[in-house]
């Protein structure tokens, strides 16, 4: 939701509002939130890098429904949203070429990396997009994360936190709600909670289903004609198992299923001269339709043995990740009289396999970490492009791709920490990773190329942290990521024959980040302020490059972010609560390419200024403690692609924007009840563009904020 994070970033928000039925000296204090960002259970003020909190509860009681709306709205941050949920590509501090083959933020459930390492499988565009549903929060870690999390978190890192189950007492929850968009239809959400313990502080079971229907808001004109064809919906579960037989030992098991479900993209034809809608406010043109679907599985396991002098985890999981979309390529074989349309069919599958064990030393003088990671992945893309024939005389396939793909790796890391005295600590860590890749093309079900590749990294970790007391501190961490690298298909021309000279295989990029940051909780813990400055050198960028017909990887070019990021919390007294943050971030090219531009060229889907401000008030109504918040989030001009003539990304400028939300809400014992409105001002606030076929004179595929938005959710707390 956009602008939601200014109120949810705050530990402040990860809890249930109260404040106005509490005592002043309760709640005057800003509560102190854990995270496992260094993979240890720490304060988020004694973490030595930037991480950020969102609270789940907060965020659904706001109608937040996808990654977009969680993180999206936080300065620095950019999800390119390219027609719905699950198809997403997220970028921290500047860390972007534009269309990429390989995602720059990692992402995780708990300890399991979700999502695939390669360039073959979609990972770089469709982000994890899990459902709020018995979510604890999500942790934002910013800057590279390569050392403890490994390949493709170069600028940074999300990790869902879910609820463990509870084996102290029986519990639950339920909850409906409803919503809908100005000119669309209505939507829906239901969900429901099990805490079941199974055995007196031993065992519990927790079980949790929801469905949200989305209504739709765009419509379409053309052969395909309709109202609201983004409707759709969402649905999934989760179930998850702890066992602790003895106060060391602890056993995890969890399952999560989610499928996301939508009969069109929420995406508008943009003129991209004049920068406004084709064929109306929120329509757009299909001769036939454009319905998606994504599955995810995940089943994980996780062993913890405290030993005394170091903890043990090890963790396995399996997931598989499921794509099928439709795309109207009618205009782009030029409207052919012979057939009424062409549709291109897009799918992927991928089956991921991981095993870590970490062993993690106890509190001390020295303290260290070493860990051992292991992925194996199997992914096929396949493509179909096929015309229904004019008259009704059925369907013709024009041809079909298949790309199967292989990804293993193997990695060690560890890091030491030294507490030189109760201010000063020291920080060095290192990973070495190894994969090898395996990439075919079937053309028309004939083998086109096949090709293996392998590669390996190393990243590093340095930090020193000095506690100016016990309430602040201030740190300086330079660290380094790297995204893995790949085999290529051979280039082809135009009447299919193969270019010589194209490289086989793309290498690994990497960078260096320097931060210096400052964490204080300031005015007898009421203010919370927090300040980053940040340089970043980033070099041998993976960048695409069109080769005859094709287009494949190669490595080129440098670039450098410089930026400075801002937050604070304010509990001004019993009833407001303020809060505020800033991002500065300048991404540009310092050596340039053919593929992306010349040196000084500013990078892809960063605004230069973003900021948010956000006030809340907390009071009785009726003798229940009730709340209302606002927020507002400006963000800065940004660029689809590279401003720079014969690049592989064609050049959009995104206009900046300015969205205004507000929340109300109302305890009654167990009952929850909130209300609110998201974009009230009623903005086409550009979260995306697709500039691939403006190239061939079509025009620009564009994701708006959907428009105002209001709604409400009844949960009963049991």
């Excluded at 860390?95 to 390492?117: H, P, R």
């Excluded at 020193?464 to 290529?488: E, V």
Aim: glycine share 10%; proline share 4%; with cysteine.
């Amino acid at each position: 939701m956009p602008g939601l994070a200014a109120l949810c970033a705050s530990p402040l928000w990860a809890q249930t509002t109260s404040a106005a039925a509490d005592t002043k000296a309760d709640i005057e204090k800003l509560d102190v939130v854990t995270v496992t960002a260094t993979r240890r259970r720490e304060s988020v003020r004694d973490v030595p890098l930037r991480v950020e909190t969102l609270g789940a509860e907060p965020m659904e009681r706001a109608g937040a429904t996808s990654l977009s709306d969680y993180v999206g709205s936080l300065p620095g941050i950019d999800v390119k949203t390219s027609g719905g949920p699950g198809r997403n590509a997220v970028t921290m501090r500047g860390v972007s070429v534009g269309e990429q083959q390989i995602a720059t933020v990692g992402m995780y459930v708990d300890e399991v990396a979700f999502g695939s390492s390669s360039a073959f499988v979609g990972g770089a565009n469709t982000a994890l997009d899990l459902s709020l549903l018995d979510l604890k929060h999500i942790e934002v870690l910013r800057g590279p994360q390569g050392t403890l999390y490994g390949a493709g978190a170069m600028g940074g890192l999300l990790k869902y936190v879910t609820n463990e189950p509870d084996s102290t007492q029986f519990s639950g929850k339920v909850g409906v709600g409803v919503r809908q968009a100005r000119g669309g239809a209505l939507g829906h959400t239901e969900h429901a909670v099990l805490n079941v313990p199974l055995s007196q502080d031993v065992a519990a079971l927790r079980v949790a289903a929801f469905n949200d229907h989305e209504g739709g808001y765009i419509d379409a004109v053309g052969k395909a004609a309709g109202e609201h064809i983004n409707d759709g919906s969402t649905r999934g579960a989760r179930v998850s198992l702890l066992v602790e037989p003895t106060s060391k030992m602890k056993l995890r098991l969890a399952h999560t299923q989610q499928e996301i479900q939508r009969n069109g993209l929420n995406v508008i034809e943009y003129d991209a001269t004049k920068g406004q809608p084709i064929y109306g406010d929120l329509t757009r043109h299909l001769d036939t339709g454009e319905a998606y679907k994504l599955k995810t599985r995940l089943s994980s396991a996780d062993f913890e043995y405290d030993f005394g002098f170091a903890r043990l985890n090890a963790i396995a999981s399996t997931q598989r990740l499921d794509s099928a979309t439709g795309q109207d390529a009618t205009a782009l074989l030029g409207g052919n009289p012979a057939f009424d349309f062409v549709s291109l069919d897009n799918a992927f599958s991928l089956r991921k396999q991981t095993q870590e064990l970490r062993l993690t030393s106890q509190r001390g003088p020295v303290e260290w970490l070493l860990g051992y990671y292991h992925t194996k992945e199997t992914g096929h893309v396949g493509q179909r492009l096929w015309a229904q024939l004019a008259g009704g005389g059925g369907d013709m396939t024009l041809t079909t791709t298949g790309q199967p793909s292989e990804y293993r790796e193997r990695a060690f890391y560890g890091d030491v920490t030294w507490n030189l005295d109760p201010s000063w600590s020291l920080t060095l860590g290192v990973r070495v990773a190894k994969n090898e890749q395996v990439y075919t093309v079937f053309v028309n079900e004939q083998l086109s190329s096949s090709g293996p590749s392998d590669d390996t990294a190393k990243t590093y970790l340095a930090t020193l942290r000095y506690a100016i007391d016990k309430t602040s501190n201030l740190y300086f961490r330079a660290a380094s990521g790297y995204r893995p690298g790949g085999p290529n298909s051979p280039a082809i021309d135009p009447n299919g024959q193969v270019i010589p000279g194209t490289p086989a295989t793309f290498g690994h990029d990497t960078l260096w980040s320097y931060e210096l940051g400052y964490k204080a909780d300031l005015l007898n813990k009421t203010l919370n302020f927090e300040a980053a400055v940040f340089n970043i050198d980033w070099k041998d960028l993976q960048q695409p490059k069109a080769v005859g017909a094709s287009t494949i990887v190669v490595n080129a070019g440098k670039a450098r972010v410089r930026g400075l990021e801002l937050a604070a919390r304010y509990k001004v007294d019993a009833h407001w609560n303020l809060d505020a943050s800033l991002a500065y971030t300048d991404p540009k090219l310092t050596e340039g390419s053919l593929a992306l531009g010349p040196s000084g060229s500013r990078l892809p889907n960063t605004a230069k200024l973003a900021y948010t401000l956000g006030a809340r008030y907390a009071f009785d109504l009726a003798g229940n403690p009730s709340y209302a918040g606002l927020n507002v989030r400006r963000v800065g001009q940004r660029n689809a692609g590279f401003d720079s003539p014969g690049t592989s990304v064609p050049y959009f400028s995104q206009p900046g924007y300015t969205l205004v939300d507000g929340q109300w809400g109302l305890e009654m014992g167990r009952w929850q009840l909130s209300a609110f409105v998201r974009n009230l001002t009623d903005k086409r606030a550009i979260l995306g563009a697709d500039t691939a076929l403006t190239a061939f004179g079509l025009p620009l595929n564009v994701t708006t904020v959907a428009p105002r938005t209001v709604g409400a959710n009844l949960t009963f707390n049991f």
